[in-house]
């Protein structure tokens, strides 16, 4: 593996930094910009002050981006990576609200999402598309050059990454539970280096002392991760999901929203459709997922397509780094280098690993549960896919792998308790598919579906 391969300046992929950048964004784009910046600190339905912004009044953002000079050629000419970087963001906050804009007012009256604009101006379009271009990803709005891991602004410079000391830079509905909602994901991948730093030493491992070793390591970071994510009920309340959630819908997918897709005036006269922001383009679990052999397990379905689409949506030197862990570990290398060695010990820590990315994803199907499915019957995540079905999709192939790595630990294994384990997965297979009983139709109850993890103790709240 190449570690060069897995930079671009803004971020790059090693025992470090993890997949959070290598220096803080910039909070404020130059001067010479300022023009666009007012224009993204007017945007908020809550400015800083607690007034209420552009977003927050009918008509207002478009008359704010009627009047916005068309900084193209500036754009062109720009060579230093964070100042791409918070150009990016800006331009792609400010496409997503211009365009989703009418679909969020007519949430406020009839509790349905409504048509958003079809065109995107030619002022917001044409630099966007150039930026996107010094990127190389695609101009909409993204989970790491913008609505996320390029999104945050440290409080207090002295303190590390817990969300509480992160402020975002730019903003939709600029109240608490939209910082806490994105600002957690930040928060969560300060535990990347470490996730990150134990795979490459796998790869290195040349003996089961050392194997087992990068195992422990793994685990140690999925643990905090686990810990960090369940922060979530408290950062971001979830009656409150839908202020924003609809700001970071995609065309793709979602074409009771677009329609056929937008127009990039000035760019091309034939609508484009791209993929909304979804926490989906975070790179912790498909790590996981490659690096322990969950992949193998994935079913061969549209939903799988789907995650595999979305690798496109990550910067290159992130999709680099999937990809060549993807060539090293082939064969699920990890399973049948712990059974060629008959090693014990690191199969019980392979259990544990996927134990937590079970824990992971189900506690991210909770969050879909009680943050979407209590809140709105529509039926497509920002990402454009059907937000029932595709998390079962990826807890199914966490659980099926489970069972095959128990399977071959030994029973009286000092490591940890078999039957406790055994007993653990079926109850976890159980709550799925009593689930699943419980959502075929449209009228189906979120709180019942959620008060299933309660009554079998699988709850993550």
């Known amino acids: 593996m190449n570690l060069e391969n897995y930079s671009d300046s803004f971020f790059e992929v090693n025992h470090i930094n993890g997949f959070l950048p290598k220096k803080s964004p910039l909070a404020v784009l130059p001067k010479k910009y300022n023009e666009l910046q007012v224009l993204i600190d007017e945007m908020p339905i809550k400015k800083d002050d607690g007034t209420g912004g552009l977003l927050s009044r009918r008509g207002e953002i478009e008359k704010g981006v009627s009047t916005l000079s068309n900084f193209k050629n500036l754009v062109e000419g720009e060579e230093d990576i964070l100042i791409i970087q918070a150009l990016f963001r800006a331009y792609a906050f400010l496409s997503s609200a211009y365009l989703l804009a009418p679909a969020h007012f007519n949430y406020i009256d009839t509790k349905k999402y409504g048509q958003a604009h079809k065109i995107l101006p030619s002022q917001i379009a044409e630099p966007f598309v150039i930026v996107s271009k010094k990127l190389n990803v695609y101009p909409f709005m993204d989970y790491h050059y913008a609505y996320s891991l390029g999104n945050f602004v440290k409080i207090d410079k002295s303190k590390g990454y817990e969300w509480e000391n992160l402020a975002m830079a730019a903003k939709f509905s600029g109240m608490d539970d939209e910082r806490g909602f994105i600002m957690l994901h930040v ?229 940890l308790n078999k039957s406790s384990y055994l007993d653990s997965i079926n109850k976890k297979k159980d709550l799925l598919n009593k689930q699943l009983q419980l959502l075929h139709g449209d009228d189906y109850n979120a709180d019942e579906v959620f008060s299933l993890n309660k009554k079998m103790n699988l709850n993550d709240d």
């Open 187 to 415: 928060d969560i991948n300060q535990h990347s280096p470490e996730l990150v730093g134990s795979i490459l030493d796998y790869l290195k491992a040349d003996e089961e002392k050392s194997v087992n070793l990068s195992l422990s390591k793994c685990l140690s970071a999925m643990k905090k991760i686990n810990e960090r994510r369940q922060v979530m009920w408290q950062a971001s309340r979830w009656k409150h999901y839908n202020d924003f959630r609809v700001f970071i819908m995609g065309i793709k997918g979602n074409d009771e929203i677009f329609g056929d897709g937008v127009i990039y005036e000035g760019v091309s006269d034939k609508p484009v459709q791209y993929r909304g922001q979804t926490g989906a383009q975070d790179n912790i679990i498909p790590t996981a997922d490659i690096f322990t052999g969950v992949i193998g397990y994935y079913p061969t379905n549209d939903l799988t397509k789907y995650l595999l689409d979305l690798r496109s949506y990550r910067p290159k030197c992130i999709q680099n780094f999937l990809s060549d862990i993807k060539d090293e570990m082939g064969d699920n290398r990890l399973f049948n280098n712990l059974k060629e060695s008959e090693n014990e010990e690191g199969f019980c820590l392979l259990l544990q690993i996927l134990d937590e990315i079970y824990y992971f994803r189900n506690g991210h199907w909770q969050f879909v549960q009680k943050y979407i499915m209590a809140n709105t019957k529509y039926a497509k995540a920002t990402g454009g896919t059907p937000i029932i079905s595709w998390i079962p999709n990826q807890i199914t192939a966490v659980l099926n792998y489970m069972s095959d790595v128990i399977d071959l630990i030994p029973t009286g294994t000092k490591h």
